[in-house]
């Protein structure tokens, strides 16, 4: 279990690595490219080169993309669908050149067509990312907090979508904040492992690469996307040391998407977390 946070790349890639080491962050996650959308050119060849040097001169093994936002693989409008799919694939051919581990993103929402054919609009969507794709670095759904049509925030439809995909470079990216507003309990050993039980069987733990780590704001239930630091928020610092020291996450990276002004104490919660429980 490795700890690191989702920091700015704002003047080019390479500068992501190099605030992770700044922080002291074991992993890191970044936009590769302006989160609300915009077009952009390719990453320039120097720019690549910085970035896994970076990497190697700070032993970062794992980095992770976070896809842009305005991602809906379940619109009703296909030229939204179309351009999604084109996106997230640049995303993962990107995060190839550079090293990166995995890209996470969010199916979308399925408003327009309601959710039984969201689902199979995003099963039909992420096919045609990874047809063909030979990368390296992998494609992960991210659980959502499920406001509105959002789609993600049931285990059993994230499995539903793994299930119908069916490819071996598929997974998913929890987000500790987000299932909670979804409804799944996670503040302290009984109610993680419950939850984690519930994953398991529904999606399946091995599928679970990488988890997202934020205290939230709003309530059990709520379903709000609303991130607050650790031990500040209603999850609060016994879930966290639950989640820490539970067997499902023992292989799973903790990114913190925490406010950025306060990472530095987020990330030493963490780690003194581990150190009481080693
Ligand atoms: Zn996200
Ligand atoms: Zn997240």
Do not use: W
Not at 41 to 70: L, M, N, Q
Request: glycine letters at 12%; charged letters at 25%.
């Amino acid at each position: 279990m490795k700890f690191g946070a989702h920091v700015s790349a704002s003047g080019g890639v390479s500068n992501a690595p190099l605030n992770a080491a700044a922080l002291d962050l074991e992993c890191f996650q970044f936009f590769s490219r302006p989160p609300q959308g915009s077009r952009v050119g390719p990453i320039p060849k120097d720019e690549i080169a910085k970035f896994r040097k970076a990497c190697e001169t700070s032993g970062f093994d794992k980095c992770y993309i976070h896809a842009p936002y305005i991602i809906n693989l379940a619109s009703k409008e296909e030229r939204i669908r179309a351009s999604s799919i084109e996106i997230l694939r640049g995303e993962l051919e990107r995060g190839t050149l550079l090293g990166v581990t995995a890209m996470m993103f969010h199916p979308g929402s399925a408003s327009g067509v309601g959710e039984e054919a969201g689902v199979k609009l995003v099963i039909g969507g992420i096919k045609k990312i990874l047809k063909g794709y030979a990368g390296t670095a992998r494609l992960l759904i991210e659980i959502s907090a499920g406001a509105g049509m959002v789609m993600g925030d049931t285990f059993e439809e994230v499995g539903a979508m793994l299930d119908g995909v069916d490819n071996e470079m598929l997974g998913v990216c929890f987000d500790t904040a987000h299932a909670f507003a979804s409804g799944y309990d996670l503040r302290d050993t009984e109610a993680v492992t419950k939850t984690m039980k519930a994953f398991d069987k529904a999606i399946g733990l091995k599928k679970l690469e990488l988890s997202h780590c934020n205290d939230s704001k709003v309530d059990i239930g709520e379903h709000k996307d609303r991130h607050e630091h650790l031990g500040k928020g209603f999850i609060g610092k016994k879930g966290f040391e639950a989640i820490v020291t539970s067997k499902a996450f023992s292989n799973v990276n903790l990114i913190l998407e925490t406010p950025p002004d306060h990472v530095a104490e987020d990330l030493a919660i963490l780690k003194k977390l581990r150190g009481k429980n080693k």
